[in-house]
C-alpha cells in the first residue's frame, strides 16, 4: 500500500510539473530579459546619445595619434594592432550600445509616433556608420544584429554601401522632422542641441546635412562630379552648419561623483599627474613655425614649468633625447621650411613647452611633474598665464570642456577644399578666412572670465593672425600649396577631434610638413586593423593584411603620405 501510494504522489507530482510548463511558466517574463515593448524610447535615446560622445572619445584618440593631434608612442604597426583599447573600444561601443540599442529603438518610436527621437537616433546611426568605415573599411551592416533571426556570424558589406545607407539614414532623419506634430509629437531629452520640443529641429537638420557634405567631401576622389553635384545642393540650401551656434559638440559637466567632467581633465587633473604628453609638433605649429604665437596656443596646452633644465645629468634622466643626433627622417621635410621641425623638445624657446616626439617610444622619465598638458580648451583645464605651476583637481574650468564633433570652423574648411578641388560655388578664401576667425573666436571665447588673465588674445592678435595666414595664402601659387594652408589651419582648428584629422590627412595630405616619425614612416594606417574582438568571435571577419589597406573613397597613391 505505501508503495502505491508513492506511484500516486509521484504521478501527481508530474501532472503537476507538466501543467506549469505549458501554463503558468509561460505567463512568466524574466526581468533581466525585458521584451521590446519595455523599452522606454527617452532613457534609450538618452543612453545612444550618451554612447556617441563615448565612440567619439576612442576614435579621436586613434585618428589623432595618427595624425600628431595626440601624442603616439611607438610605430604605427606597434600601436595600432589589433588589441589596440581605443579601437576596440570603438568597435565594440558602436555595435552593442548604438547600433543595437537605435534597432531597438526604432520599430517602438515609430509606433509611438515619436519623430524626434526617430530623427536624432538615425542622425547618430549614420555618424556611427561612416566613422566605421572611415577607420576599418568595410564592416558588418546589412547582416549585423540580425542574431534574432538566426545570423550568428554576420559578412562584410563594403564600405561603399553603408556610405550610402547612411546617407539614406540622414535622408530619413530629415523625413522624420518634417512629420513632427506640435500638439502630439512627444519631446526628448536633447542632450547635444537642447532641441527638446522643436517643431523643426533647425540644429539637428544642420547637422545631418553637414554630415551629408561630409559624406560628398569624403567621395570626392572616387566621384568628383557626383560630389560637386551634392555639395552644391546643400550650400544652395542653406541649411548646413554656418555658426558657432549650431556646433555639434558634446559638453562635460563638473560633476565628480557622479562623474562628469571631460575625459582628459579626470585623466590628467583629478589625476594631479599627467599621464599624456602633447606633441611636441603641435606645440610647434602653435609656438614657432609662423614666427609669432598662435592666439590659441595658451587655450589649448598648460605648461607646469617655465623652463628646461640645463644640468646635462637631470636632462639624461628627464629627456634623454636631447644630445641625440637629428633623425635623417626629418631632412626631406625640412627641406621644404623655413624653421626646421622640432626635434626632442622645444629647447629654443627655454620656456617650459615640455612634450615629446611622434612615436617616440624611449622608457617614460620622471616628468610628470614639468609635462605640457591640455588647457582649458577643450578639456576645460587651465588656462596658462604663466603660472608654472602643478596641476590639481578642481582647476580650471574644473572639467568643463567639449567634444567638438563638428564645429562651425570645420565646415568653412572643407567648404574651402571643395571649391578648390570640386569647383563648387564658394570662394575658396573666403572660406579660410571665415574658418580661421570662427575657430580663434570659440577657443578665446571659451575662457569665461578673460579679465582676470593676462595673456589673453586681443581682437588685433587674432586680426594679426588672420593677415598673416591670408597673405600666405594669396602667395600660394598651386592648389596643392593653397590646400596645404587649409589643411593646415584645419587640423589647428580641429584640436580635439582626431576623427575629421585623420579623413583630412588621407583625403588631401594636409598638413604636409606632419612631423614624420622618430624610427622611419613605417606604414602610415590608411584605415586600422579590425579588433580581435570582432575577428576572434566571427568566422566572416577575416585580419586585413595590414594598415596599408585603403578604405574605399581614398585612391591617393599608397605611399603619399606617413
Same mark, same amino acid.
Given at each position: ?14 501532472? %503537476? ?5 505549458? !501554463? ?7 526581468? $533581466? ?86 530623427? =536624432? ?23 549585423? %544584429? ?8 554576420? #559578412? ?34 536633447? %542632450?547635444?542641441? #537642447?532641441? $527638446? ?112 633644465? !640645463? ?33 626632442? /623638445? ?65 565646415? @568653412? ?22 574658418? =580661421? ?16 588673465? /593676462? ?39 580641429? @584640436? ?6 585623420? $579623413? ?8 604636409? $610638413? ?7 614612416? #613605417? ?9 580581435? =574582438?570582432? =575577428? ?27
Amino acid at each position: 500500500m505505501k508503495i502505491k501510494n508513492n506511484k500516486l504522489f509521484w504521478l501527481l507530482g508530474l501532472i %503537476l510539473v507538466f501543467s506549469c510548463e505549458t !501554463t503558468e511558466l509561460d505567463l512568466l517574463v524574466d526581468p $533581466n530579459v525585458p521584451t521590446p515593448e519595455a523599452l522606454d524610447t527617452d532613457t534609450n535615446l538618452n543612453f545612444i546619445q550618451f554612447q556617441l560622445a563615448k565612440f567619439f572619445e576612442d576614435a579621436t584618440e586613434s585618428g589623432g595619434e595618427a595624425v600628431r593631434l595626440e601624442y603616439m608612442f611607438n610605430t604605427y604597426e606597434i600601436n595600432f594592432i589589433n588589441n589596440n583599447a581605443s579601437n576596440s573600444g570603438m568597435w565594440t561601443t558602436a555595435y552593442t550600445n548604438i547600433l543595437n540599442e537605435v534597432e531597438a529603438l526604432i520599430p517602438i518610436a515609430t509606433a509611438e509616433g515619436r519623430f524626434r527621437h526617430l530623427g =536624432v537616433a538615425r542622425i547618430i546611426r549614420a555618424y556611427t556608420m561612416m566613422t566605421l568605415v572611415d577607420y576599418f573599411g568595410d564592416i558588418p551592416y546589412s547582416e549585423a %544584429l540580425q542574431g534574432n533571426n538566426g545570423v550568428i556570424f554576420p #559578412g562584410l558589406d563594403s564600405g561603399s554601401d553603408v556610405y550610402d545607407a547612411a546617407l539614406t539614414e540622414l535622408d530619413l532623419a530629415l523625413a522624420d522632422f518634417a512629420n513632427i506634430d506640435a500638439a502630439l509629437t512627444p519631446e526628448f531629452n536633447d %542632450l547635444y542641441y #537642447g532641441e $527638446n520640443s522643436s517643431t523643426t529641429m533647425d540644429n539637428w537638420t544642420k547637422f545631418a546635412n553637414t554630415l551629408k557634405f561630409k559624406y560628398y567631401l569624403n567621395k570626392r576622389l572616387i566621384d568628383p562630379t557626383g560630389s560637386a553635384a551634392g555639395i552644391n545642393a546643400l550650400l544652395a540650401s542653406g541649411d548646413i552648419i554656418t555658426s558657432s551656434s549650431e556646433d555639434f559638440k558634446w559638453s562635460s559637466g563638473t560633476s565628480i561623483n557622479p562623474q562628469s567632467t571631460h575625459p582628459y581633465y579626470v585623466e590628467e587633473y583629478l589625476a594631479a599627474n599627467p599621464g599624456e604628453y602633447i606633441p611636441n609638433y603641435l606645440m610647434w605649429a602653435l609656438a614657432e613655425e609662423k614666427g609669432f604665437e598662435d592666439p590659441r596656443l595658451r587655450y589649448y596646452v598648460y605648461r607646469q614649468v617655465n623652463s628646461f633644465p !640645463t644640468d646635462p645629468a637631470i636632462l639624461d634622466n628627464e629627456i634623454s633625447c636631447w644630445n641625440d643626433p637629428r633623425p635623417t627622417t626629418y631632412d626631406p621635410i625640412d627641406a621644404m621650411q623655413a624653421v626646421p621641425l622640432p626635434f626632442c /623638445s622645444l629647447f629654443g624657446r627655454g620656456d617650459g613647452y615640455w612634450g615629446r616626439d611622434h612615436a617616440n617610444r624611449e622608457g617614460i622619465p620622471p616628468d610628470t611633474g614639468k609635462r605640457s598638458t591640455f588647457g582649458v580648451y577643450p578639456v576645460g583645464g587651465r588656462f596658462d598665464d604663466n603660472d608654472a605651476d602643478s596641476i590639481d583637481a578642481g582647476d580650471g574650468l574644473q572639467g568643463a570642456g567639449i567634444w567638438p564633433i563638428m564645429m562651425d570652423s570645420f565646415v @568653412y574648411f572643407m567648404r574651402a577644399e571643395a571649391a578648390i578641388y570640386l569647383g563648387t560655388s564658394d570662394d575658396a578664401a573666403a572660406m579660410l578666412e571665415q574658418g =580661421v576667425r570662427a575657430s580663434l573666436n570659440t577657443v578665446t571665447s571659451f575662457l569665461p572670465n578673460p579679465g582676470d588673465f /593676462s595673456n589673453t588674445a586681443s581682437a588685433t592678435d587674432i586680426d594679426d593672425y588672420v593677415a598673416d595666414v591670408m597673405a600666405s595664402y594669396m602667395a600660394a601659387a598651386t592648389d596643392a600649396e593653397r590646400m596645404d594652408i587649409i589643411g593646415k589651419e584645419y587640423w589647428i582648428a580641429m @584640436y580635439g577631434n582626431g576623427v575629421e584629422g585623420y $579623413n583630412l590627412y588621407r583625403r588631401t595630405g594636409a598638413p604636409g $610638413n606632419l612631423q614624420p616619425t622618430l624610427l622611419g614612416t #613605417g606604414s602610415f594606417p590608411r584605415s586600422f586593423l579590425y579588433p580581435n =574582438v570582432a =575577428v576572434d568571435r566571427n568566422i566572416n571577419i577575416s585580419q586585413k593584411p595590414g594598415l596599408a589597406v585603403q578604405v574605399f573613397w581614398d585612391n591617393n597613391p599608397a605611399d603619399f603620405i606617413q
